[in-house]
């Protein structure tokens, strides 16, 4: 970002505790990013409103008050669309997300899912991965399409599985890569370094045929 170029608007959707939110909203604040937090929704009164609203940062519920999912979705698009965002962050966000929104926001959306997509759709993670007596578990932050966690990966982090981990004791050391790993994709996008087209993750200039990794990219 040049110093007459304003920061993108970013729009993030929760539904939880934010602490993804949170990590996003902190490295915006640095004199060099290229992006600004413009709005935090959610999908129900979520922890993580407060430490927007903490940092200054509007927020809104939308709630869902139909069972008509598309006119949820449409609703949904227009909050967002209204913020004007460059890009829609979704963190912590439950709910899956179909064509009415997706096609609002084309290659636009991102998401951060706890597992070494394309393996661990959907929930529960953590503990399938000890169910399955898995080594290796992590983190991806992907491109979200139409097809639930199945967009196009950019970036990953793999933590090891200790012998006796418990679910809780994974989780959380899934998150705290979780939390230095989602503002840097974002910064990508925001620098232009990195699209999405074509169904792949472009990143400086070529199409990613496996997900960077954050052990390459940062520490
Ligand atoms: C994070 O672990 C995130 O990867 C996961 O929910 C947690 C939200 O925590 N997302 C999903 O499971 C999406 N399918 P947070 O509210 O503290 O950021």
Known sequence: MSAQTAPDAVVILISGRGSNMRALIEHSLAADSPYRVSGVLADRPAGGLEVARDFGISTQILAPHTTDRAAYERELAAA????????????????????????????????IHPSLLPRYAGLHTHRRVLAAHDAEHGATVHFVTETLDAGPA?????????????????????LETEHRMYFRAVRWFCEHRLTCAGGRAWFDGRALSAPLQLADVGK
């Open 80 to 111: 967002v669309g209204a913020l004007s965002p460059a890009l829609v962050a979704l963190a912590g966000f439950m709910r899956v997300l179909s064509a009415p929104f997706v096609q609002a926001f084309e290659g636009r959306i991102m998401n």
């Open 154 to 174: 950019i970036l990953q982090s793999r933590v090891a599985v200790m012998p006796g981990d418990s679910e809780a004791e994974l989780a959380a050391r899934v």
